[in-house]
């Protein structure tokens, strides 16, 4: 059972567009919710991340929306640039201490068109 | 990636051979995870360590041991390697004290088993 569902898979858009990258989960326990930026032969990094008492985070041009009753959040990225083109992962936290870890969705690959 | 490496970054292996992957991060974080990236499947969790000698299965572990015997060395190893477990690698690891933290990522291990 895929416990954090990311869409689309793929997207492309021209320079200076606004990306939505969209992710939904079932499990009310996740209390944490980051986004990672993945380039070709590169590990994951962290990008932005948001709890579930705020409903917006917003970090340059990066922002997460987050609605808790809908369990969804997304991910936009405003003037995006042709060095944003990668593939971004939404994840899910849940558990304290030993037991904690993240979920992660299955990855979009984004594609900024000059 | 800074204070986390992984070895090797790549490796060609023969099916039936055992591999073990090593990470090892200068952080001093108490929390490490193995996952494996595969296309369409994204980041699935393979184990997890939350201290010296402390390690647990994450949803993958099939085919897969780990061993932490120091703080700052987590070792993946594929006891029999399958050519299912062609995949890239990585390591992440986490701070010790509350959730609301995102893992930091090592560059990962590219594993061909032919």
């Known amino acids: 059972q895929q416990q954090v569902k990311q869409s689309p898979q793929s997207l492309i858009v021209q320079k200076g567009g606004i990306p939505i990258i969209n992710c939904a989960y079932e499990?009310?326990?996740?209390?944490?919710f980051p986004w990672y930026q993945q380039f070709p032969g590169k590990g994951p990094a962290l990008l932005i991340a948001?709890?579930?008492?705020?409903s917006e985070k917003k970090e340059g041009r990066f922002t997460i929306s987050f609605n808790k009753s809908a369990k969804q959040f997304s991910l936009h990225i405003m003037d995006s640039q042709p060095g944003d083109s990668a593939t971004y992962f939404c994840?899910?936290?849940?558990?304290?201490?030993?037991?904690?870890?993240?979920?992660f969705g299955k990855g979009t690959l984004l594609t900024v068109n000059p | 990636d800074a204070g986390i490496t992984q070895s090797p970054r790549h490796k060609v292996t023969e099916t039936g051979t055992p591999v073990t992957l090593r990470c090892h991060q200068t952080?001093?974080?108490?929390?490490m995870y193995w996952y494996r990236q595969d296309p369409g499947h994204g980041l699935r969790l393979i184990h997890y360590s939350y201290g010296v000698k402390d390690t647990d299965k994450g949803e993958v572990s099939d085919g897969y041991s780990v061993s932490r015997s120091k703080t700052e060395d987590f070792l993946l190893t594929l006891e029999s390697a399958t050519s299912s477990q062609t995949s890239v690698y990585f390591c992440?690891?986490?701070?010790?004290?509350?959730?609301?933290?995102?893992?930091?990522f090592g560059s990962g291990t590219r594993l061909t088993v032919v």
């Open positions: 992440a690891t986490f701070p010790t004290g509350g959730s609301h933290y995102g893992y930091t």
């Open positions: 952080e001093n974080h108490r929390y």
């Open positions: 499990n009310t326990a996740f209390d944490y």
């Open positions: 948001i709890r579930p008492d705020v």
């Open positions: 994840a899910a936290g849940e558990g304290g201490g030993s037991n904690y870890k993240l979920t």
